[in-house]
C-alpha cells in the first residue's frame, strides 16, 4: 500500500545538454517529466511510499518512464498499457531569459484516462492523493476523472484519502481558453482537501492577487498553500494562515521546482508535521529543483532536512542549502 499514489500523464523529455537553444543542439538527452510523476519520484526520495497511476504506450518511452520511476522507488504496477496509442513526448528549448516546452502529446495513452480508473484499489488504499490541473486540461475524459476523485466524493469527503489538487495551469493546454480554465480549476479546487496554487496564477485566472483572498475563494477547501515564488508560500489550514520565506538559491531552471515543493509539503503532512515544518519541507525540496535542469532532481538526505527544520525562524531565512 502507498503512502501517495499519483494520477497523471507523464512524458519523455527531450533536452539540450546544455543552455544553447534547440535548433543549434547536434544531440539531445533522454529524460522524463509529468507533475504528478514528479511528486511521486521526489516523495520516494524524501524517503516515502509513492505510486504513480496512468496509462502509456507500448513503445520503447513507455519502457523508459517505467524503468526510470521504478529505479527511483515508485510503484508503477498499476499503470495501464495501450497497444493502439503513443507515449508523450516534449522538448526543451532553452533560451537566454526562459526556457519552452514544445509538446508532442495529443492522442496520447494517457489521454484516454477515464472516471473508471478512480474504482483502482491502489486509489482508495492510498493515505494521500494528489492529482494537478494538468491532467483537467489534457482530454474530456481525463477531466472527468478528475471530477469524480474530486467533486464525485460528495458526503465520502472526509472518510477515504486526503485528495490534495496542485492547480498547475496550463494555459496551451486548455482548448475553452481562460474562462474554461478558471471555472473548472476552481470547482475542482474547492473540492479538494488540500491545495497548491502560485499566487501569479491564481491572479491570472481568478483576478485574486493576495494570499488571504485566494483562500477565501478557493474555500471550502480545509488547506490552501500560496505560493509566492522566491518570496515564500502561505498555508491556510483550519483558520491559521502560516508564512515561510524561500531559501536563498542559485536558480538553474525553474521546471519541476512546485511539483517538488508540493511531495515536500505532503511528506510533511504525511510525518505529521506542524505547518512550518511542512512549508519548509516544500521549500528544501523545491530549493532541490531550482539547482538543477533536470524535472526529477534527487532530493536532499534527510540529515540536511532535519537540521533545517530545527532552525529558529531567523537561521532559517539566513540560510541557503548547499
Same mark, same amino acid.
Given at each position: 500500500?502507498?503512502?501517495?499514489?499519483?494520477?497523471?500523464?507523464?512524458?519523455?523529455?527531450?533536452?539540450?545538454?546544455? @543552455?544553447?537553444? $534547440? #535548433?543549434?543542439?547536434?544531440?539531445?538527452?533522454?529524460?522524463?517529466?509529468?507533475?504528478?510523476?514528479?511528486?511521486?519520484?521526489?516523495? #520516494? =526520495?524524501?524517503?516515502?511510499? #509513492? @505510486?504513480? $497511476?496512468?496509462?502509456?504506450?507500448?513503445?520503447?518511452?513507455?519502457?523508459?518512464?517505467?524503468?526510470?520511476?521504478?529505479?527511483? =522507488?515508485?510503484?508503477?504496477?498499476?499503470?495501464e498499457t495501450d497497444p493502439d496509442r503513443p507515449?508523450?513526448?516534449?522538448?526543451?528549448?532553452?533560451?537566454?531569459?526562459?526556457?519552452?516546452?514544445?509538446?508532442?502529446?495529443?492522442?496520447?495513452?494517457?489521454?484516454?484516462? =477515464?472516471?473508471?480508473?478512480?474504482?483502482?484499489?491502489?486509489?482508495?488504499?492510498?493515505?494521500?492523493?494528489?492529482?494537478?490541473?494538468?491532467?483537467?486540461?489534457?482530454?474530456?475524459?481525463?477531466?472527468?476523472?478528475?471530477?469524480?476523485?474530486?467533486?464525485?466524493?460528495?458526503?465520502?469527503?472526509?472518510?477515504?484519502?486526503?485528495?490534495?489538487?496542485?492547480?498547475?495551469?496550463?494555459?496551451? $493546454?486548455?482548448? =475553452?481558453?481562460? #474562462?474554461?480554465? @478558471?471555472?473548472?480549476?476552481?470547482?475542482?479546487?474547492?473540492?479538494?482537501?488540500?491545495?497548491?496554487?502560485?499566487?501569479?496564477?491564481?491572479?491570472?485566472?481568478?483576478?485574486?492577487?493576495?494570499?488571504?483572498?485566494?483562500?477565501?475563494?478557493?474555500?471550502?477547501?480545509?488547506?490552501?498553500?500560496?505560493?509566492?515564488?522566491e518570496h515564500g508560500a502561505t498555508s491556510f489550514?483550519?483558520?491559521?494562515?502560516?508564512?515561510?520565506?524561500?531559501?536563498?538559491?542559485?536558480?538553474?531552471?525553474?521546471?519541476?521546482?512546485?511539483?517538488?515543493?508540493?511531495?515536500?509539503?505532503? @511528506?510533511?503532512?504525511?510525518?505529521?508535521?506542524?505547518?512550518?515544518?511542512?512549508?519548509?519541507?516544500?521549500?528544501?525540496?523545491?530549493?532541490?529543483?531550482?539547482?538543477?535542469?533536470?524535472?526529477?532532481?534527487?532530493?536532499? %538526505?534527510?540529515?540536511?532536512?532535519?537540521?533545517?527544520?530545527?532552525?529558529?525562524?531567523?537561521?532559517?531565512?539566513?540560510?541557503? %542549502?548547499?
Amino acid at each position: 500500500m502507498a503512502d501517495l499514489v499519483c494520477v497523471g500523464e507523464t512524458m519523455v523529455v527531450l533536452s539540450p545538454p546544455d @543552455a544553447r537553444p $534547440l #535548433a543549434e543542439q547536434p544531440v539531445l538527452t533522454m529524460a522524463i517529466g509529468g507533475a504528478e510523476s514528479n511528486v511521486a519520484c521526489a516523495l #520516494a =526520495g524524501l524517503g516515502h511510499r #509513492a @505510486a504513480w $497511476l496512468s496509462r502509456l504506450g507500448d513503445d520503447p518511452f513507455a519502457r523508459r518512464i517505467l524503468a526510470e520511476l521504478t529505479a527511483r =522507488g515508485v510503484d508503477v504496477s498499476a499503470v495501464e498499457t495501450d497497444p493502439d496509442r503513443p507515449t508523450g513526448v516534449y522538448f526543451k528549448d532553452p533560451g537566454p531569459d526562459h526556457t519552452r516546452t514544445h509538446y508532442y502529446r495529443a492522442g496520447s495513452a494517457a489521454t484516454r484516462m =477515464g472516471p473508471e480508473l478512480a474504482r483502482r484499489p491502489a486509489l482508495r488504499e492510498a493515505r494521500i492523493v494528489h492529482v494537478s490541473g494538468v491532467a483537467a486540461a489534457i482530454s474530456d475524459s481525463c477531466a472527468r476523472l478528475l471530477e469524480t476523485l474530486l467533486l464525485g466524493r460528495g458526503d465520502s469527503a472526509g472518510r477515504g484519502p486526503v485528495v490534495s489538487f496542485d492547480v498547475n495551469h496550463r494555459p496551451a $493546454l486548455w482548448r =475553452g481558453g481562460k #474562462a474554461d480554465a @478558471a471555472r473548472s480549476l476552481l470547482a475542482l479546487a474547492r473540492a479538494a482537501d488540500i491545495v497548491f496554487v502560485g499566487r501569479d496564477e491564481a491572479e491570472e485566472l481568478w483576478g485574486t492577487a493576495r494570499p488571504a483572498d485566494i483562500a477565501a475563494l478557493l474555500g471550502p477547501a480545509p488547506v490552501v498553500i500560496v505560493k509566492d515564488a522566491e518570496h515564500g508560500a502561505t498555508s491556510f489550514a483550519d483558520g491559521v494562515r502560516t508564512f515561510v520565506p524561500s531559501l536563498p538559491t542559485k536558480v538553474v531552471e525553474p521546471v519541476g521546482a512546485g511539483d517538488a515543493f508540493a511531495a515536500g509539503y505532503l @511528506a510533511g503532512v504525511l510525518e505529521n508535521r506542524n505547518e512550518r515544518s511542512r512549508l519548509r519541507l516544500g521549500h528544501l525540496a523545491a530549493a532541490a529543483a531550482l539547482r538543477t535542469r533536470d524535472d526529477v532532481p534527487v532530493m536532499p %538526505p534527510r540529515t540536511e532536512t532535519d537540521r533545517y527544520l530545527a532552525l529558529d525562524n531567523d537561521a532559517w531565512a539566513a540560510m541557503a %542549502p548547499q
